[in-house]
T-cell receptor
Framework: GAGVSQSPSNKVTEKGKDVELRCDPI?????LYWYRQSLGQGLEFLIY????????KSGLPSDRFSAERTGGSVSTLTIQRTQQEDSAVYLC???????????????FGNGTRLTVT | GENVEQHPSTLSVQEGDSAVIKCTYS??????FPWYKQELGKGPQLIID?????GEKKDQRIAVTLNKTAKHFSLHITETQPEDSAVYFC?????????????FGKGTHLIIQP
C-alpha cells in the first residue's frame, strides 16, 4: 500500500518568509512524528501526535515552529519567519500505534528538503 | 534524556567483507533498539530491531547484538554488496517512557568498494 507522503519534496524560500510542509501518513496509523535532519547530523525529534490527544511539542526548537494534525490524518508543519539555520530535511513518520508498543515501527516519508536563502 | 553515540561516522569496506557499526546509549531504561537504513534522497527505513530481553538477532546477512550491562549495541553486515551502501542510523527508546519517540545516533555512511 501507499507509504508516508510528504510535499513538497524540495522548498527554497527567502529568509523571513513562512513555509508549510505537509505530511500524509499511512492510512490507519494513529501516531505521527516530525523530525529534522541537518547535514551530517542525526534525526532531531520535533513533535509527536497520538490520536486525539494533545501533541507533544517538547522538541520544537522555537516558537516559530508549529504543527497541526487535522482529523487525525494529514499534518502540517509551519515555520514562521524562516532563518538560514532552519535549512534541513524535514522528515515525517507514522506508526500504527504510539511508542508504548514494540510492534509499532516508524515508517518515514522521503522528507522535504528546505533551503532558506 | 537519552544520548546515543554512533561510530564510525564513515566506513569503507571491500565488497564481500563484513561491516560493523557500533552505538552506545546512556539511559538504562531504554529497551528498544532499531536500526534504520537511509538511501540518498529517501527517508530512513527500518532494517532490524532488537529488544532488551534479547542479546542477538539475525536476519539473513544482517545481525544486531546488544550488551545491556555495557549499554552498547552493534549492527553487523556480512558479505557486503553494493546495494548495502547507504547511511545507517541506530536509535534507542524507552518504551512507555514518554512520547518523544526515538533518540537517533548521528549516522554511519557505509561505502562498499567494488
Amino acid at each position: 500500500g501507499a507509504g508516508v507522503s510528504q510535499s513538497p519534496s524540495n522548498k527554497v524560500t527567502e529568509k523571513g518568509k513562512d513555509v508549510e510542509l505537509r505530511c500524509d501518513p499511512i492510512s490507519g496509523h494513529t501516531a505521527l512524528y516530525w523530525y529534522r535532519q541537518s547535514l551530517g547530523q542525526g534525526l532531531e525529534f520535533l513533535i509527536y501526535f497520538q490520536g486525539n490527544s494533545a501533541p507533544d511539542k517538547s522538541g520544537l526548537p522555537s516558537d516559530r515552529f508549529s504543527a497541526e494534525r487535522t482529523g487525525g490524518s494529514v499534518s502540517t508543519l509551519t515555520i514562521q519567519r524562516t532563518q538560514q539555520e532552519d535549512s534541513a530535511v524535514y522528515l515525517c513518520a507514522s506508526s500504527l500505534v504510539g511508542p508504548s508498543s514494540y510492534n509499532s515501527p516508524l515508517h518515514f516519508g522521503n522528507g522535504t528538503r528546505l533551503t532558506v536563502t | 534524556g537519552e544520548n546515543v553515540e554512533q561510530h564510525p561516522s564513515t566506513l569503507s569496506v571491500q565488497e564481500g567483507d563484513s561491516a560493523v557499526i557500533k552505538c552506545t546509549y546512556s539511559d538504562s531504561a531504554s529497551n528498544y533498539f532499531p536500526w534504520y537504513k537511509q538511501e540518498l534522497g529517501k527517508g530512513p527505513q527500518l532494517i532490524i530491531d532488537i529488544r532488551s530481553n534479547v542479546g542477538e538477532k539475525k536476519d539473513q546477512r544482517i545481525a544486531v547484538t546488544l550488551n545491556k550491562t555495557a549499554k552498547h549495541f552493534s549492527l553487523h553486515i556480512t558479505e557486503t554488496q553494493p546495494e548495502d551502501s547507504a547511511v545507517y542510523f541506530c536509535a534507542a527508546r524507552a518504551l512507555g517512557g514518554g512520547a518523544d519517540g526515538l533518540t537517533f545516533g548521528k549516522g554511519t555512511h557505509l561505502i562498499i568498494q567494488p
